[in-house]
């Protein structure tokens, strides 16, 4: 069985994936490479997928796998994502920004640059503020147990069930959003990208919103209207907006959220493999699966096209 990897792993971890299968680490690789491969492990071009002739299984090191469909793959060849890897990381991620825009960080930075002693007489706390969180999977469930042990109060809101999942102190479903936007001094979006979660943050949703409210995204950027987003900073309705993702990647340079004041960007860098205990839970994750793989059983997070966004 040959195991192509597109992630690096150490010479022990290259040593336990070789008891399975012939092992090549390459950074990217071409029709050529993938043709006689047994399983993928990493993300690759999702066209380049079809050469695979021999290609069985598929594990991406995203979470999301937006990307691809299921025409991409050779028939009977199964994709799994990443999901439950990157909770931790990002959610840390999130408490930072959270935390940085209720203490006017971006403020601070900018002044010590000039050497100018500016406070601000007002700050808001985690403590006793109420978070309405977009998506209660690995990454909003990580950030709501963050919040509630700073002492916020915690609403989930997810596509179907109500049913309530560990860290949330209430659960909704998404057609209910709009009734609990003006409760949230803090609205956090986790959601995947899919055609369900397609503006769903649009004007309406944005101006019920609290002024003086923050908003942070670290799902996808299709899931805020960006030109609505615009509009209402433009009328200083929130107190702070942090997003890590966009419309579109990069950023355009002359996009007008670089601009103001109280939005803090960051490059798309919440959720990366930065850090050990990141690659550590990937990495036992495939080990993990190609132990299923091996021995006929189901592996993990396998992408069910059909069911699309599920949280």
Same mark, same amino acid.
């Given at each position: 069985m040959k195991i192509i990897s597109l992630y690096n792993f150490d010479e022990t971890k290259q040593n336990q994936i070789r008891s399975y299968g012939t092992y090549e680490y390459y950074k990217s690789i071409n029709e050529a490479q993938i043709e006689d491969c047994d399983i993928l492990i990493g993300n690759t071009k999702p066209e380049l997928l079809k050469y695979g002739k021999n290609l069985k299984w598929v594990q991406l090191y995203s979470a999301g796998n937006d990307n691809y469909t299921e025409d991409d793959l050779p028939q009977d060849a199964v994709l799994t994502n990443a999901s439950g890897t990157f909770g931790r990381t990002i959610s840390e991620?999130?408490?930072?920004?959270?935390?940085?825009?209720? $203490?006017?960080?971006?403020?601070?930075?900018?002044?010590?640059?000039?050497?100018?002693? +500016?406070?601000?007489?007002?700050?808001?706390?985690?403590?006793?503020?109420?978070?309405?969180?977009?998506?209660?999977?690995?990454?909003?469930?990580?950030?709501?147990?963050?919040?509630?042990?700073?002492?916020?109060?915690?609403?989930?809101? $997810?596509?179907?069930?109500?049913?309530?999942?560990?860290?949330?102190?209430?659960?909704?479903?998404?057609? +209910?959003?709009?009734?609990?936007?003006?409760?949230?001094?803090?609205?956090?979006?986790?959601?995947?990208?899919?055609?369900?979660?397609?503006?769903?943050m649009g004007l309406k949703q944005l101006e019920l919103m609290k002024k003086g409210s923050y908003l942070l995204n670290v799902g996808r950027g299709n899931a805020i209207d960006q030109d609505a987003l615009i509009r209402v900073l433009e009328k200083n309705h929130f107190g702070g907006v942090h997003l890590d993702v966009y419309e579109e990647e990069p950023l355009d340079a002359k996009s007008k959220l670089w601009d103001f004041d109280n939005v803090v960007l960051t490059p798309h860098v919440s959720g990366t493999f930065a850090n050990k205990e990141t690659r550590r839970l990937f990495e036992e994750l495939v080990l993990d699966n190609l132990e299923r793989f091996s021995s006929g059983e189901e592996l993990r997070n396998i992408v069910d096209f059909k069911i699309g966004y599920r949280q």
């Open positions: 991620h999130l408490v930072l920004y959270t935390l940085a825009l209720m $203490r006017n960080m971006k403020h601070y930075a900018l002044t010590q640059e000039e050497h100018k002693w +500016e406070p601000i007489h007002k700050t808001q706390l985690i403590y006793g503020s109420t978070f309405v969180i977009l998506g209660t999977g690995d990454l909003g469930a990580h950030y709501a147990s963050a919040i509630k042990a700073l002492g916020g109060y915690t609403i989930g809101v $997810r596509k179907r069930s109500r049913d309530l999942v560990e860290g949330f102190d209430e659960m909704f479903t998404i057609d +209910e959003l709009d009734t609990l936007l003006p409760r949230a001094d803090v609205v956090v979006m986790a959601l995947p990208k899919h055609t369900s979660t397609n503006a769903v």
